[in-house]
């Protein structure tokens, strides 16, 4: 592709003002070039140019250059020379400026040009230095060994990629090629553009002499995350006696860290104590990091502690190792502490609540970022939008699409999926579909998470097409894939679907199920009412079913009220997770149900007797960009009173269009109309009632509930959605119910 950029932004007097050919075609132009012109000889130092090397400001430069005017010292060409070279290599240096100076004389030598390289790539203008380069060119001035280091130091990934290549066949055809620094430029420049390989043809052919020439390479290894490959290189440094760095030391603990070696990050921590290599800031960070990452904190601590001086780095690498090991409180102790936090820091602790599941820290500590006027990036980006998955936060998700838009925020496969999912665990499939398709391209985890999406919330036909055109884009479908296929087929009711799926994994794709994929066969068959059938897969698993294998007969038990099979269930459960106090309480269900009543006390004494606590149900419910949460019998929540009355009056609504309570799984043997009372204040109740006084008429209600919805709840939720004309979307621990004009999307089977 041509190279272009606007020449007048740097080149305000340059005849290239008007010359806009391609950049590759200039640098193949190279075998023609004439050899280059003799050296201007070395002139004696005058008074100005003692001065420009004790100069610190441009102001002092700029009076010094008209002084060299004023006395004709300019015509010399070292005057000129040495005012650009400041200009290049100095920090308060103007490249405006040198490029003003370097345009008045006449005839540059390659000291001026390479300096002149070196200062754009000094300013991070690297499109720049490419540019004076073929200037160089096609002036006639041949480059050295010093032009290209200076020319491919900051070069961007883009660049690399375009014109890398084509440099290297200069460097070649110049003569330059076994040159040490060359050498060490073209390794940096091949693993800049991903081109590892080549770098490391580069680095092979190299003597090998130089620290820096493994550092380099080594760097490149860790930058496409190749890091067992720079372990191996390190290995090889050694049998090689090349003494390490400081600079080898950070990247080989970066790979460590990354590796979790945390017996050869020792090895390494070692290095530093036997070759006496003084401890900067930036090998202590590594250092920090690598037995963070590795979960030695307390030594981590220790270094972090005995710091002369610490920077954001320090800190974040302290906060992002107690997050990573679940000491999220402890973690916020330090970022709380800190002096200054960037994005980084933030998104660390962000993760680490993510990881514990407290979402709504997550959410409060996103809006405090927001208040310290720090810019997220795309990684935050998705934790945020992970933690209103988990929330039903659609409002605060849409908001979080909004922002991703106006900023420019890089939308690529991480960011799309995750706002696929997003949409998707919020029960809004239309908006899940649209991000989809509005991908520039689709991976697996794109096409898994469509799949899934669309089965949990009732699309099984739809899933399955998804599936096939997956197929048909030659996307190879793995064990998570089918997963996702397998649920489709269990929320749509599709057995015989199901089953051929199930046996296409092994002779289509030569995927052996999983004990994931048993537990869908299972819950497929045992949804269906086969429970004899769904018992018989387990017993001829080729692995041992686990809790979630048994928890899916049981729950179909459940549904078909099958005492026997459910307690052998239950037992099974309960030997391998004895502290699993949901399968007390749906086993208690299930004796409701079936009205046994000496079996029920029996299991809540076994409760009490081992401390067993049904968990409280809990719903969320996002209404104006704010989680509300409930739970059964909820006073708390400051709108209790009026949520309280729109319940009486649902009631009565609710009652004239048929409901009847359905206390079938109430498992306290008391009287009826306490049973009836006690599924009256249900949290997913109190959340719906919330629902219509906190919105306007015909705005969807949605729902989160951590427990499985309740028959009776189901029931007044099919009736809201017909009565109040609203759509309800209930998603419980098991699958989305979407219910609309009086029915649910799970066709009351859950």
């Not at 540059?108 to 004076?132: A, E, F, H, Q, T």
């Not at 409060?364 to 810019?375: S, V, Y």
């Not at 549904?559 to 949901?582: S, Y």
Request: net charge neutral; aromatic share 10%; with cysteine.
């Amino acid at each position: 592709m041509p190279f272009s950029i606007p020449f007048k932004a740097h080149f305000p007097s340059s005849s290239l003002t008007s010359f806009h050919p391609s950049l590759l075609y200039k640098m193949t132009s190279i075998a023609t070039l004439s050899p280059p012109p003799p050296q201007l000889p070395t002139l004696p130092q005058t008074l100005p140019l003692s001065l420009i090397k004790t100069c610190k400001s441009m102001a002092q430069l700029k009076q010094i250059h008209s002084h060299s005017i004023r006395t004709g010292l300019v015509c010399k060409p070292i005057v000129p020379a040495q005012i650009i070279a400041f200009c290049c290599k100095h920090e308060a240096g103007d490249m405006g400026y040198a490029r003003m100076v370097f345009d008045a004389m006449p005839e540059p030598n390659i000291v001026v040009w390479n300096n002149m390289i070196k200062g754009y790539s000094r300013v991070g203008c690297p499109d720049s230095s490419v540019l004076m380069y073929c200037e160089m060119l096609e002036r006639g001035m041949m480059p050295d060994e010093y032009t290209y280091p200076f020319l491919l130091k900051l070069f961007t990934q883009d660049m690399a990629e375009k014109c890398g290549r084509e440099l290297h066949d200069h460097i070649v055809k110049l003569g330059f090629s076994s040159n040490l620094f060359v050498q060490n430029a073209l390794i940096h420049l091949y693993s800049l553009s991903g081109k590892v390989s080549v770098a490391r043809g580069v680095f092979d052919r190299s003597s090998k002499s130089d620290v820096v020439t493994w550092n380099v390479m080594i760097s490149g290894y860790n930058r496409s995350k190749q890091f067992d490959e720079s372990m191996k290189l390190f290995d090889e440094m050694e049998r090689m006696r090349v003494v390490p760095s400081s600079v080898t030391i950070v990247s080989v603990l970066s790979a460590c860290s990354k590796l979790k070696y945390l017996n050869v990050g020792k090895r390494v921590h070692r290095y530093i104590k036997d070759l006496k290599i003084e401890p900067d800031r930036v090998l202590e960070n590594a250092l920090i990091d690598m037995y963070a990452a590795c979960g030695e904190m307390d030594v981590a601590v220790g270094i972090f502690d005995n710091m002369k001086s610490r920077d954001v780095i320090s800190w974040t690498a302290i906060v992002a190792g107690f997050t990573n090991s679940g000491q999220v409180d402890l973690a916020r102790k330090y970022f709380d502490k800190m002096p200054e936090r960037d994005f980084v820091s933030w998104t660390a602790m962000i993760d680490g609540y993510l990881q514990v599941n407290r979402f709504k820290e997550v959410l409060t500590l996103f809006r405090e970022m927001q208040a310290a006027n720090i810019k997220p990036d795309e990684f935050t980006m998705v934790s945020i939008l992970t933690a209103c998955a988990h929330l039903g936060a659609l409002e605060l998700g849409e908001w979080i699409k909004a922002y991703i838009e106006k900023n420019k925020i890089k939308i690529d496969s991480y960011v799309g999926n995750a706002l696929m999912d997003m949409y998707f665990n919020c029960g809004n499939v239309e908006k899940a579909l649209g991000v989809f398709n509005a991908m520039p391209h689709w991976d697996k985890i794109s096409w898994t998470a469509v799949i899934f999406g669309l089965a949990i919330n009732g699309y099984g036909e739809e899933a399955l097409d998804m599936f096939s055109e997956m197929l048909r884009a030659s996307i190879t479908p793995d064990e998570v894939t089918y997963i996702g296929v397998l649920c489709a087929c269990t929320h749509s009711g599709m057995v015989d679907k199901g089953k051929k799926f199930f046996a296409r994994m092994t002779t289509q794709h030569g995927i052996e199920p999983n004990v994931a994929h048993y537990g869908c066969i299972v819950d497929l068959l045992g949804r269906a009412g086969h429970l004899k059938e769904a018992y018989q897969v387990i017993k001829n698993m080729p692995v041992k079913p686990n809790a979630i294998v048994w928890g899916s007969l049981l729950g179909a038990c459940r549904v078909h009220r099958d005492e026997d099979m459910a307690e052998m269930a239950a037992q099974k459960i309960l030997e391998l997770e004895p502290e699993n106090g949901a399968v007390y309480v749906l086993l208690c269900n299930i004796y409701a149900a079936c009205k046994k009543w000496e079996k029920l006390h029996e299991v809540r004494k076994l409760m009490m007797d081992r401390g067993i606590k049904k968990t409280p149900g809990c719903s969320l419910i996002e209404m104006n960009g704010s989680v509300h949460e409930f739970v059964a019998g909820d006073q708390v929540h400051p709108q209790s009173k009026d949520i309280y009355s729109k319940l009486d009056e649902m009631a009565v609504d609710l009652k004239f269009a048929g409901y009847s309570p359905d206390t079938s799984e109430v498992f306290l043997d008391i009287g009826e109309e306490e049973k009836e009372s006690a599924v009256y204040r249900h949290s997913e109740k109190l959340a719906i009632a919330f629902g219509l006084i906190s919105s306007g008429p015909g705005v969807t209600i949605r729902i989160v509930k951590n427990l499985r919805m309740c028959v009776d709840c189901h029931h007044v939720a099919k009736l809201v959605s017909k009565v109040y004309n609203r759509e309800v979307i209930v998603r419980d621990r098991t699958r989305f119910h979407h219910f609309r004009h009086g029915s649910c999307s799970c066709n009351d089977f859950w």
